[in-house]
């Protein structure tokens, strides 16, 4: 992985008042001067030439005056201190300028030495014999795609939203880019203080197939510079990184906070690094006078240099990029790090401890893929490292899914994938909140049926009880309750009170026997007395988590179809006769008068997840938004509070129809927000196979 360096110029500018989408639907292809490192190794006599390859459907027309030129290869040498172009071998003259034009798609090859690529047409060579230019166009999706995949270099599958959600950045950064250049006639360059591009890459040998990009960040809610870097170290800095003065955006711990584990810190991010006194002043200039201390506040991103002259102040970048210019660029490998004064080889000298790889702004691309190992979202790994982003549709995109809506569907027969938004959420981990409720009624049905079919509750919205919540999440309660009707309205009280009738020790039995029959991996944790076993039996203890691979598992156990899964099978033969028909008419009542019915009101982030949902029935309903799902349908709404490396509102449904099982997880949703975009999903036509 490559760190890419923000350009100091476009760090020193405002952002502009530009529209999250009307760049990305009208701004064009975007221009790049492309091959940039072998134009200077050529100069400097490390290169012997590059050659372009033309096919038969790629013309070739000089610029001054519109003259197609049959030609099959045109070369760039460096010969006697000067540039040379030959076409088919033959000088061209000393100054050339050459459009290679074919159909959209097509490419031009290009080798040197062992190594060869290809580049989108049109593309542009400008040449005389002091400089030359070579610029190719690219649409921008496509543009983004390939930059994303030429900086990670190969990944496993397991990352691919890694890589979309560095699409994303690259591809505001090109937008941004767009509406100022800073190249001439160029917007962009290939190297790595602006973008790394290697022209067009083989789908085959990413993890990124088509570009796709349903939606875009919203440059109106990005108030900082869509940068990233190779490794973070544990925290980001902010893009006060890159200038003195008012920070735009803070910078990130890259943790999950649930879990307590830091997504890039391990030893191998750690570095160490001697600067002698003498050189340091050296390198800041003659008039710097005698350097007394260096004070480094990475919170603030202020470095300080206490001279016998009065202080200096530098942003940690431009100090970083000082000292590299002239020990290596690989000499303070990062911003992440502590500095003290101590001696080294016996003379005073500056020590530096530190993590990471890069400038510390954006995105972390280590954590990045991290995250998405762990079965996360492209939106909410931009969400991570930049709090506060927004998105918008795409330029082709009429009627999408919400940004912050992931989901699977399954066979409830096999429990095979038929449809996912991307692969790896089978491997996320996820806090059930009231969806655990359902393990408790399987074991109310196995274990004390007495309490199944006998034992109510009533809720007035409120209990004295000190071992159980204060509230219900229904202000008014939900009145005199049994089994049923608790599923149904997921009424927290009723299953907190069943703290007083359960036996503990059998109810963390129970648990454990799932993971043999019928395969769900369930690990509880450690409860504190009876208000915390109150607290896990209502759904509100989040340090419980089930991955949505075990939630496909609960689906199949409760689902009224005949499962060929034998696990699941086996146990739902050992359990008392009619006792999961109780939670199945409990799971359909869900969708027709429980938490998964009705229609839905602002909550969250409305834009992203009301309004592409409220944009169309999902049948034979004449009401904008309506939604009436059919009579099969049945599921299990579930708010919690889930997140990164901070806490935000998450609605999660497990539910299904006839044989068609799906998971809907939604960040700054609730419960039936979820239910809704999953009865949504559910009503389309399954996804060819």
Not at 20 to 35: F, T
Not at 338 to 343: I, L, M, T
Not at 581 to 600: F, H, K, Q, W
Request: net charge neutral.
């Amino acid at each position: 992985m490559r760190a890419a360096a923000l350009l100091l110029l476009a760090s020193l500018l405002p952002a502009p008042a530009w529209a999250g989408s009307d760049v990305a639907r009208n701004g064009g292809p975007i221009r790049v001067s492309i091959l940039s490192r072998h134009l200077k190794s050529m100069a400097a006599g490390e290169l012997d030439r590059i050659l372009f390859e033309l096919p038969d459907n790629v013309s070739c027309v000089r610029a001054d005056g519109g003259t197609r030129v049959p030609v099959k290869t045109i070369e760039i040498a460096h010969r006697d201190g000067a540039f040379r172009v030959l076409l088919d071998g033959e000088a061209a003259g000393d100054r050339v300028s050459l459009t290679i034009e074919g159909a959209p798609g097509l490419t031009v090859g290009v080798r040197f030495r062992d190594d060869s690529r290809r580049y989108p047409l049109p593309l542009r060579i400008d040449a005389s014999p002091r400089e030359i230019s070579i610029v190719a166009s690219e649409e921008p999706e496509r543009y983004a795609r390939d930059s994303a995949a030429a900086e990670y270099g190969p990944q496993p599958r397991s990352g691919a939203e890694a890589l979309e959600a560095l699409s994303l950045l690259v591809l505001a950064r090109a937008e941004r880019a767009r509406a100022r250049p800073v190249h001439g006639n160029a917007h962009v360059c290939d190297l790595s203080h602006c973008q790394v591009y290697r022209g067009r890459l083989d789908r085959a040998d990413t993890s990124i197939g088509e570009a796709n990009f349903p939606w875009r960040i919203d440059a109106t809610a990005l108030f900082c510079e869509p940068v990233f870097h190779a490794r973070c170290g544990g925290a980001t800095l902010g893009d006060g990184v890159f200038s003195l003065g008012e920070k735009r955006a803070p910078g990130v711990r890259d943790r999950l906070l649930g879990e307590g584990v830091y997504l890039c810190r391990n030893g191998r991010e750690g570095w160490t690094a001697a600067l002698p006194a003498g050189e340091l002043r050296s390198i800041l200039g003659g008039d710097t006078g005698e350097i007394a201390a260096i004070v480094y506040d990475r919170a603030a991103c202020r470095l300080e240099i206490r001279t016998d002259r009065g202080p200096l102040e530098f942003a940690p970048e431009d100090f970083r990029l000082r000292i590299n210019r002239v020990k290596g660029w690989s000499f303070l490998k990062s911003n992440n790090y502590e500095v003290r004064k101590g001696d080294d080889a016996g003379g005073a000298a500056y020590l530096f401890s530190g993590r990471g790889l890069g400038h510390n702004a954006g995105l972390c691309q280590h954590g990045a893929l991290a995250l998405a190992m762990r079965g996360f979202s492209r939106y909410e790994i931009l969400c991570h490292y930049f709090p506060g982003i927004g998105f918008v549709r795409g330029a082709h995109e009429r009627e999408p899914d919400s940004p912050y809506l992931s989901y699977v569907g399954f066979s409830l027969v096999t429990g095979e994938v038929l449809d996912a938004r991307y692969a790896q959420i089978l491997s996320r981990s996820v806090a059930p909140g009231s969806v655990f409720k359902l393990l408790v009624s399987l074991y109310l049905v196995a274990r004390r049926p007495d309490l199944a079919r006998g034992y109510r509750y009533t809720c007035e919205g409120a209990s004295a009880d000190t071992h159980m919540p204060e509230k219900c999440w229904k202000p008014g309660g939900h009145g005199d309750t049994d089994l049923s009707r608790a599923i149904s309205c997921s009424c927290n009280l009723y299953f907190a009170s069943l703290y007083a009738h359960i036996d503990r020790a059998d109810f963390a039995s129970f648990i454990a026997s799932l993971s043999r029959r019928p395969g769900i991996a369930l690990a509880l944790p450690d409860i504190d007395g009876d208000a915390g076993f109150a607290r896990l039996l209502c759904g509100l203890d989040y340090r419980v988590k089930l991955t949505v691979r075990d939630l496909v598992k609960v689906a199949m156990t409760v689902s009224p179809v005949a499962v060929s899964d034998r696990p699941v099978d086996e146990f739902r033969r050992s359990l008392p006769a009619g006792g999961l028909e109780v939670i199945r008419a409990a799971l359909a009542e869900t969708v027709r008068t429980g938490t998964a019915s009705g229609e839905s009101e602002p909550y969250g982030s409305a834009r992203e997840n009301i309004e592409p949902l409220r944009r169309g029935p999902l049948e034979g309903d004449d009401e904008p938004g309506g939604m009436v799902p059919s009579s099969s349908c049945w599921g299990k709404t579930s708010t919690v509070m889930a997140g990164t490396n901070r806490y935000l509102s998450y609605g999660l449904f497990l539910g299904g129809d006839r044989d068609r099982g799906l998971i809907t997880i939604v960040a700054r949703g609730n419960g039936h927000l979820a239910a809704r975009w999953g009865l949504r999903i559910l009503g389309r036509e399954p996804p060819a196979r």
